[in-house]
Each structure stands twice: as structure tokens, then as C-alpha cells.
């Protein structure tokens, strides 16, 4: 088994990440399990937040990093939360006072248009000049209340025209296969044989 350190210490990303990964023999272990802090994530791209996560982790553990920078785009919001989607409700972070936080700003709002954006960055080490960076959307509407008891975050409001779910009561098989992380993992899973 090859071993990956995940720039992340969430449990549920974990989980997602390791579903996908462990069939083609890798290993991914959490940063935290390493002793390895959170990186800063300063920047107002998804991209760059990534990278920065992803550098982080592999300079402080000697394997190659897996980072995700992953939120949820608003249409009516003019893009928000976007990269702040994590702590969108503020300190400490809370999926429930976030997805108050979005119902409240969306009040009275007929466009509900929404997509979660993924960026994966895969660093084989700190200062890899060339990383691998994948990037996948999953489209949907914001739903006016809670539906669903599965996922993470957002899900419960995320609703998925195409299969009439929110994210949240979609099996775990189907949205590891169409979300925004699954796509990324695909393209990213294409290019795995570089490393």
C-alpha cells in the first residue's frame, strides 16, 4: 500500500476519500494522526487554499499530500459562502448555524440555484513543482428546509434535481460516484499513474 496523508482531520471526507482511494492501494492517513496541525487557509480561491493545505501536510510528513478545498457556491449570494463555506456562520464551525445562516440570507430569494465546487490538489512532495490539481461541480437548487439524515454540511439543503434527493438521502454509493468530490477523484484517479 502506498501511503497518502489526507490534508484534512474530517472524519466524513476521510471516509469518502479512503472508499475511493483504497481499491487502487492507497493508504490515506489524516494529518492529525501524524501530528501535523491545520494549515492557514488565507487565500480567496479554492485552488490556492488547497495547495497551500496540501504543501503544508507534505513538508511536515515526507509523503506525498492530498489536500481538498471544497464549498458551496450561491447564485443569489453572488458566490458565497464559497471558500468560506466551513465557518460561513463563524468560530467555532457548526454545519447547523451554517445552514441557518443560508436559510436566513436566502429569505425571500426565488433563485436557488447552488453547485459545490471541489478542488483537489495532490502534492508528491512540499515544493513538487508540477501537483496534480482536479476540479469537480455538482449543480443543484437550495431547498427552504432540512431534508435528509446521511452526508455532511450543506447536504441536508442540497437538493438534486436529477435524482429528486437532497445530498444528504442520497446513498453513499451514488454520491461518491456524481458529487463535486467524486468528479474531482475521477479526473484525479486518471492521473495517478504519474505518481
Not at 62 to 75: E, N, R, Y
Not at 82 to 101: F, L, Q, T, W
Request: net charge negative; charged share 25%; glycine share 10%.
Amino acid at each position: 500500500m502506498k501511503k497518502l496523508v489526507l490534508a484534512s482531520n474530517n472524519a466524513k471526507k476521510m471516509k469518502e476519500l479512503n472508499a475511493l482511494l483504497a481499491p487502487l492501494g492507497f493508504e490515506v492517513i489524516a494529518q492529525g494522526a501524524l501530528g501535523i496541525p491545520e494549515a492557514e487557509e488565507p487565500h480567496c480561491t479554492f485552488v490556492e487554499n488547497a495547495l497551500a493545505k496540501a504543501r503544508h501536510a507534505a513538508a511536515h510528513s515526507g509523503l506525498p499530500a492530498l489536500a481538498d478545498d471544497s464549498g458551496l457556491c450561491v447564485a443569489a449570494l453572488g458566490g458565497a459562502p464559497g471558500v468560506y463555506s466551513a465557518r460561513y456562520a463563524g468560530e467555532p464551525k457548526s454545519d447547523a448555524r451554517n445552514n441557518e445562516k443560508l436559510l436566513a440570507d436566502l429569505a425571500g430569494q426565488t433563485d436557488r440555484r447552488a453547485h459545490f465546487t471541489c478542488l483537489l490538489v495532490l502534492c508528491r512532495s512540499a515544493d513538487d513543482p508540477q501537483p496534480i490539481i482536479a476540479e469537480g461541480e455538482w449543480h443543484g437548487e437550495i431547498l427552504g428546509a432540512q431534508r435528509g439524515a446521511d452526508g455532511f454540511g450543506y447536504d441536508p439543503l442540497f437538493f438534486v434535481p436529477e435524482f429528486g434527493q437532497t445530498a444528504a438521502e442520497l446513498d453513499a454509493e451514488t454520491k461518491n460516484r456524481v458529487s463535486h468530490r467524486g468528479r474531482a477523484m475521477q479526473q484525479l484517479i486518471e492521473r495517478l499513474p504519474s505518481l
